[in-house]
């Protein structure tokens, strides 16, 4: 476990990377934060978190509320059910790419990218009455944290601009690759990527990850088995062109969003979150990926 110095360490090392990134601008609400913003959170197996800079603020969580979707789609679902609509390579492509999919017959490439998330939203539309309330159950429930919300003006805000998630949506859906109601599943999938969490909530919510699928609480999120492979898919895809970048100076599977927030994990032994909001070019937080960076050098970590 990590102590409080050397996070703070991190946190000071990072600060002159500000300036060299972007806050994502194309969702409007999310331009409005402030940049400058630097947080880190770990928790490790006794389940205590340490923290330092803003990581007890909350940010959107956008692309991260991914792996939590995944996760419900996989205990709804059986394995064929889920990889028959999904695949499990990295694109080598945009986040928000729809590229392969006229040549892939609308399977997108890996469930982190827009088209692969849509897909698992589609999926847990089908299963479930209230699929927006259930994701925040599950976030409270991992994180400990009852005061988790989806925030509604940036929901709206992504919902005012979906011009190219919609046309992923109904591209898939001229392949029968999508089955319900576009505008239901894109509302659905606006409001799980605009949940707000903390450092310390999303180091406490992905927990189980480090610890072959069990949470903070004692009880399972997922069989042994899924847990091995949901960290599998984050390692080659978690941060979509960025990945094989990611792997290399990071070494641990990780999560990024475009609201600057990135979860990794060190397998055995803690989870990690990291917030700084100006993205790099492929759409992960640049000083995030520095302070991952330096935090798996000064403990010595790397899966690989
Ligand atoms: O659909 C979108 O474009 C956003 N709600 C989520 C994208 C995202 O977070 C990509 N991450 N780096």
């Given at each position: 476990m990590p102590d409080v110095s050397l996070l703070e360490e991190v946190v000071a090392d990072a600060t002159p990377l500000l300036g060299q990134?972007?806050?994502?601008?194309?969702?409007p609400e999310l331009s409005k934060v402030d940049g400058r913003k630097l947080g880190i959170a770990v928790c490790s197996s006794d389940g205590g978190v340490v923290g330092a800079g803003?990581?007890?603020?909350?940010?959107?969580?956008?692309?991260?509320?991914?792996?939590?979707?995944?996760?419900?789609?996989?205990?709804?679902?059986?394995?064929?059910?889920?990889w028959s609509r999904v695949g499990k390579e990295p694109s080598g492509n945009a986040f928000n790419s729809l590229v392969q999919l006229e040549h892939e017959c609308g399977v997108p490439r890996n469930p982190f990218i827009n088209a692969g998330a849509l897909v698992i939203s589609d999926l847990l539309q089908s299963r479930l009455s209230t699929p927006k309330h259930r994701m925040l159950e599950l976030v409270r429930e991992l994180s400990g944290n009852s005061q988790i919300f989806s925030d509604k003006a940036v929901a709206q805000s992504e919902y005012q601009h979906m011009a190219r998630n919609a046309a992923i949506a109904y591209l898939m859906k001229s392949f029968?690759?999508?089955?319900?109601?576009?505008?239901?599943?894109?509302?659905?999938?606006?409001?799980?990527?605009?949940?707000?969490?903390?450092?310390?909530?999303?180091?406490?919510?992905?927990?189980?990850?480090?610890?072959?699928?069990?949470?903070?609480?004692?009880?399972?999120?997922?069989?042994?088995?899924?847990?091995?492979?949901?960290?599998?898919?984050?390692?080659?895809?978690?941060?979509?062109?960025?990945?094989?970048?990611?792997?290399?100076?990071?070494?641990?599977p990780g999560k990024s969003g475009v609201g600057g927030g990135i979860i990794a994990v060190v397998p055995g032994e803690m989870s990690v979150c990291v917030w700084a909001p100006e993205l790099d070019e492929n759409g992960n937080s640049l000083a995030g990926i520095a302070m991952l960076e330096m935090l798996g050098k000064r403990l010595g970590r790397s899966i690989f």
């Amino acid at each position: 476990m990590p102590d409080v110095s050397l996070l703070e360490e991190v946190v000071a090392d990072a600060t002159p990377l500000l300036g060299q990134g972007k806050v994502a601008n194309y969702i409007p609400e999310l331009s409005k934060v402030d940049g400058r913003k630097l947080g880190i959170a770990v928790c490790s197996s006794d389940g205590g978190v340490v923290g330092a800079g803003d990581f007890q603020e909350q940010f959107s969580i956008q692309s991260i509320s991914k792996v939590f979707s995944l996760v419900q789609a996989m205990t709804l679902y059986g394995e064929a059910e889920v990889w028959s609509r999904v695949g499990k390579e990295p694109s080598g492509n945009a986040f928000n790419s729809l590229v392969q999919l006229e040549h892939e017959c609308g399977v997108p490439r890996n469930p982190f990218i827009n088209a692969g998330a849509l897909v698992i939203s589609d999926l847990l539309q089908s299963r479930l009455s209230t699929p927006k309330h259930r994701m925040l159950e599950l976030v409270r429930e991992l994180s400990g944290n009852s005061q988790i919300f989806s925030d509604k003006a940036v929901a709206q805000s992504e919902y005012q601009h979906m011009a190219r998630n919609a046309a992923i949506a109904y591209l898939m859906k001229s392949f029968g690759n999508f089955h319900n109601d576009v505008d239901q599943v894109l509302q659905t999938y606006f409001t799980h990527c605009a949940v707000r969490m903390s450092c310390a909530d999303l180091a406490r919510a992905f927990y189980f990850l480090s610890n072959k699928g069990v949470g903070l609480d004692g009880k399972r999120v997922l069989p042994e088995k899924q847990n091995r492979q949901v960290n599998a898919l984050l390692a080659t895809s978690g941060l979509y062109d960025g990945a094989g970048e990611f792997a290399y100076r990071v070494g641990m599977p990780g999560k990024s969003g475009v609201g600057g927030g990135i979860i990794a994990v060190v397998p055995g032994e803690m989870s990690v979150c990291v917030w700084a909001p100006e993205l790099d070019e492929n759409g992960n937080s640049l000083a995030g990926i520095a302070m991952l960076e330096m935090l798996g050098k000064r403990l010595g970590r790397s899966i690989f």
